[in-house]
């Protein structure tokens, strides 16, 4: 009995390999046939898709073969074989404005392109003249003529330690030139923290920073001036905010102050306007 359990287990191992080898063989047949059929296909068409079109518009469809035609990338009527994705894919994510490109191509001839673009979360511009934008990564965005996001504006006593021509990530510059810059890494803080909440998001609309360092905020509703001290704490001080805009300012109004100040501890001072 164990001699036949012993022949039927060999039996099985035998299966199973053979079945394995049937499995691999098919799987070399489709790809050398689909080899075969990219060296006879030509590309007769591209289709493009923006995945987070309707959150930002940095990159338009048009904007995919012009970049491809800078980059002296051709696709129309060549063979699928000859087309090198992985070329477009890094001609693509070389543009600051696009995070992720996956290219690939289908047997009917269609040259496939999905772009995912960067998230701004902050514009800046800087006391000598430089504006861009900061992503959610800390990517350094330049301005898109054809469009502009809705996202809180920085200004004031803002620097920069790179040029104007500067696009990457400024966590990196910051590490390969020695060259760290405080104020844009609360700034970058701060406006992440701003981007996740939904109700920050509705509420802060521009960041001044003043000649002494301190920090300004103009609400999106109301007629008032927050003052926010510095950056330090500035989840605390949020939180404290956003206690008395729910319970607050529906008693008061929207427009019955001038200022909050943020700077105080605990505190919240708020500061009436002279007719109210």
Same mark, same amino acid.
């Given at each position: 009995?164990?001699?036949?359990? =012993?022949? /039927?287990?060999?039996?099985?191992?035998?299966?199973?390999?053979?079945?394995?080898?049937?499995?691999?063989?098919?799987?070399?047949?489709?790809?050398?046939?689909?080899?075969?059929?990219?060296?006879?296909?030509?590309?007769?068409?591209?289709?493009?898709?923006?995945?987070?079109? %309707?959150?930002?518009?940095?990159?338009? $469809?048009?904007?995919?073969?012009? !970049?491809?035609?800078? %980059?002296?990338?051709?696709?129309?009527? /060549? /063979?699928?074989?000859?087309?090198?994705?992985?070329?477009?894919? =890094?001609?693509?994510? #070389?543009?600051?404005? !696009?995070?992720?490109?996956?290219?690939?191509?289908?047997?009917?001839?269609?040259?496939?392109?999905? !772009?995912?673009?960067? =998230?701004? !979360?902050?514009?800046?511009?800087?006391?000598?003249?430089? %504006?861009?934008?900061?992503?959610? #990564?800390?990517?350094?965005?330049?301005?898109?003529?054809?469009?502009?996001?809705?996202?809180?504006?920085?200004?004031?006593?803002?620097?920069?330690?790179?040029?104007?021509?500067?696009?990457?990530?400024?966590?990196?510059?910051?590490?390969? =030139? $020695?060259?760290?810059?405080?104020?844009?890494?609360?700034?970058?803080?701060?406006?992440?923290?701003?981007?996740?909440?939904?109700?920050?998001?509705?509420?802060?609309?521009?960041?001044?920073?003043?000649?002494?360092?301190?920090? *300004? +905020?103009?609400?999106?509703?109301?007629? &008032?001036?927050?003052?926010?001290?510095?950056?330090?704490?500035? *989840?605390?001080?949020? &939180?404290? +905010?956003?206690?008395?805009?729910? /319970?607050?300012?529906?008693?008061?109004?929207?427009?019955?102050?001038?200022?909050?100040?943020?700077?105080?501890?605990?505190?919240?001072?708020?500061?009436?306007?002279?007719?109210?």
């Amino acid at each position: 009995m164990f001699r036949n359990y =012993k022949v /039927k287990k060999i039996a099985n191992i035998s299966l199973i390999t053979a079945l394995l080898i049937a499995a691999a063989a098919g799987v070399v047949a489709t790809l050398l046939h689909a080899r075969g059929q990219a060296d006879k296909v030509l590309c007769t068409a591209i289709r493009v898709v923006i995945a987070d079109s %309707s959150v930002n518009r940095f990159v338009r $469809k048009e904007d995919i073969p012009a !970049i491809f035609r800078r %980059s002296g990338i051709t696709y129309f009527g /060549k /063979k699928l074989s000859e087309i090198s994705t992985r070329e477009m894919e =890094k001609a693509l994510t #070389e543009r600051s404005l !696009i995070r992720q490109a996956n290219v690939y191509t289908t047997a009917d001839g269609t040259l496939h392109v999905t !772009i995912v673009q960067r =998230k701004p !979360i902050v514009r800046v511009y800087t006391d000598n003249g430089q %504006s861009f934008y900061i992503d959610d #990564e800390g990517f350094i965005i330049r301005p898109y003529s054809g469009y502009t996001s809705h996202v809180p504006v920085a200004s004031g006593r803002i620097t920069a330690p790179f040029g104007s021509a500067f696009r990457g990530n400024m966590f990196g510059f910051f590490e390969e =030139k $020695k060259r760290d810059n405080a104020l844009l890494r609360q700034l970058y803080a701060f406006a992440r923290y701003v981007s996740k909440s939904a109700f920050w998001q509705a509420q802060v609309e521009q960041i001044y920073v003043t000649a002494q360092g301190r920090v *300004e +905020l103009i609400p999106r509703v109301g007629a &008032h001036v927050i003052h926010l001290g510095t950056f330090d704490n500035f *989840e605390y001080k949020l &939180h404290k +905010l956003e206690a008395m805009y729910t /319970k607050g300012m529906p008693l008061k109004g929207w427009n019955a102050y001038e200022a909050i100040d943020l700077s105080f501890g605990n505190q919240v001072v708020c500061r009436r306007k002279a007719n109210s």
